[in-house]
């Protein structure tokens, strides 16, 4: 069956049941019909924290490696061996959904569901952000129109674009203000997606509805004509733009196919973002259960060292242990084997691209943490295949297990479930960040480049070295490091497959997001509004006269 075949057979529990099982009074929630609530913020109590759990992966691939699908199968499974778990995700962006990736709910016996309403609207979370980032732009516009209350803003100074939760490549570069002067000044400016908004990166680091304000406050805007820098707040945006986010800053309860409690919360990209859901949705289901399974977007080296060195280090929170999820096609990938021969055995390819997972593991201890590799079965890995892998990680004494939760759902990853449980038995209590925040942009950028990626060096174009002066005038310094560079790679060259050495970072320019509190050197060509694909999958997308819609996956 397809994944949707499988979400439409499960009797679903009604919301109130499931809030039940974390110990939530089903007159605490806010219902968004019999399958969907928001959380109050009050069940957060630090005290009372359990274990956190991070999945993450290696380099992704066009094969696919089924990170989510893995974490919603481990917290099924700790459920099953007598732990209280809940799984921790992003909301899906409508863009992959319309476009090429599909859903980001999981597949098979490893879902959240309703599948379809996570995958469209769900709660407005998104639409709420969209709101909130096109009301300062619209507010930017109006300013620089006004010949009274004017800031005096240079508009080639302004970065600030408006975002659609579509992929739409045609909006990417636009000039807004045409049509004479009663309709504005004309500028160039254009389009970003919604996850890519630094809106949606402020709502996940936020811990409350004042510290959602204030980050939106600092939002850097530009400068003025004689060079004074402009924030959010004083344009006097900030606080309409928070009571747009009142709603969207509670995190919403759903289920699993095996009734698992989830929380899906925010969905901010994991390339020029930190790649994971909000820190009130993390907090409330560590508040809540024993074990909290979270996972961080693309490899180890983007999401999940901004998990950690971003979000862990804001929030101040701790994992108690890491999964690194990969598979024999996406390994052999990363060896050679074209793509259009990934099903056909090829160990030698193994052999090769081996190089990819060991990497990653020897990220995952850079920061004291206890690593669990999860071999996710496909039909057509050979035993020869497997055995190559699970051989190899225990002659390097990682811990390795194979999971088949596709198929089985929970009951495919109880070894892994263990194993993560022991694995966090032995954990350092307190992980440690890669660099202190303390250290010059340059050295952050430079320790995470040779530390994580494997770099020998790191370049600058004359732009990047205009934005570092440019952040140390505005004493911005000392701001955490976002790097936005491909997933394909570890390198910054997306055809370097495998574990590339001695080649060099190169950053051509600095972003900076003073609300979310990070900087973003920008390496390589990294797109913020995608395209549509050649053939999209919303062509597959359709409804029928009873409502029933197919074609999601």
């Known amino acids: 069956m397809t994944d949707l075949e499988i979400a439409r057979k499960v009797t679903m529990k009604p919301i109130g049941e499931i809030a039940k099982k974390l110990g939530i009074d089903p007159e605490d929630l806010e219902l968004y019909g019999k ?14 924290f359990g274990k956190l759990i991070l999945v993450s992966a290696i380099s992704p691939t066009p094969a696919g490696e089924g990170k989510t699908t893995v974490s919603i199968g481990l917290s099924q499974a700790l459920n099953r061996i007598g732990m209280r778990s809940a799984v921790v995700l992003r909301e899906p962006s409508l863009g992959p959904v319309f476009g090429i990736k599909g859903g980001a709910t999981g597949g098979g016996y490893s879902q959240v569901l309703p599948m379809e309403d996570i995958n469209l609207h769900f709660t407005g979370d998104f639409a709420a952000i969209e709101k909130a980032h096109n ?23 302004i970065s600030w674009k408006r975002v659609m939760d579509m992929n739409d490549r045609s909006l990417r570069s636009i000039v807004v203000g045409l049509g004479g002067t009663a309709h504005g000044i004309p500028r160039e400016t254009g389009f970003d997606i919604t996850a890519a908004s630094e809106v949606m990166a402020i709502l996940c680091l936020s811990k409350d509805l004042q510290d959602l304000k204030q980050r939106l406050g600092n939002i850097f805007i530009g400068y003025t004509f004689d060079k004074k820098p402009i924030y959010a707040r004083d344009l006097k945006a900030h606080g309409a733009m ?47 259960t024993d074990y909290t399974v979270t996972e961080a977007g693309f490899g180890f080296d983007l999401g999940a060292e901004k998990f950690l060195d971003i979000k862990c280090r804001s929030a101040k929170l701790s994992p108690n242990g890491a999964v690194l999820v990969a598979t024999i096609r996406a390994l052999k990938y990363h060896g050679g084997q074209p793509l259009k021969e990934i099903k056909n055995p090829g160990v030698e390819f193994l052999k090769k691209g081996i ?41 390097k004494d990682i811990p390795v297990t194979v999971v088949d939760v596709w198929a089985k759902g929970g009951a495919g990853a109880e070894e892994l479930a263990h194993m993560v449980v022991e694995a966090a038995k032995v954990c350092c209590p307190l992980f440690a960040p890669l660099y202190p925040l303390t250290d010059s942009v340059e050295q952050k950028i430079e320790t995470i480049a040779k530390k994580i990626y494997g770099a020998e060096a ?35 060259n997306p055809d370097l497959l495998g574990r590339p050495k001695d080649f060099v970072i190169t950053v051509r320019d600095i972003e900076i997001a003073a609300g979310a509190g990070f900087l973003v050197p920008i390496t390589g060509e990294i797109m913020r509004m995608p395209g549509l ?21």
């Open 458 to 492: 790191v370049d600058y174009t004359s732009k990047a070295k205009s934005a570092l002066a440019k952040i140390s005038n505005l004493g911005l310094e000392g701001l955490a490091i976002c790097m936005a560079k491909t997933q394909k790679s570890l390198s910054d």
């Open 135 to 157: 009301l300062l732009a619209a507010i930017i516009d109006n300013n620089i129109q006004s010949k009274t209350r004017s800031l005096n803003l240079d508009p080639r100074t």
């Open 35 to 48: 399958y969907k609530a928001k959380l109050p913020p009050k069940y957060i109590d630090r005290s009372k």
């Open 533 to 553: 694909p050649e053939e999209p999958s919303s062509e597959r997308i359709d409804i029928d006269n009873d409502g029933n819609i197919s074609g999601l996956f």
């Open 355 to 395: 190089g990819n997972l060991e990497k990653h593991v020897e990220n995952i201890r850079l920061f004291s943490l206890a690593p669990v590799v999860a071999v996710n079965r496909f039909l057509t890995d050979t035993q020869e295949e497997i055995d190559f892998v699970v051989n190899f990680c225990k002659s």
């Open 242 to 288: 928070a009571a747009l986010l009142k709603d969207a800053l509670k995190p919403n309860l759903v289920q699993t196919v095996e009734g698992t409690p989830a929380i899906i919360h925010g969905g901010p990209f994991a390339n020029i973002a930190q790649g994971t859901n909000s820190v009130i949705a993390t907090q409330t289901a560590m508040s809540l």
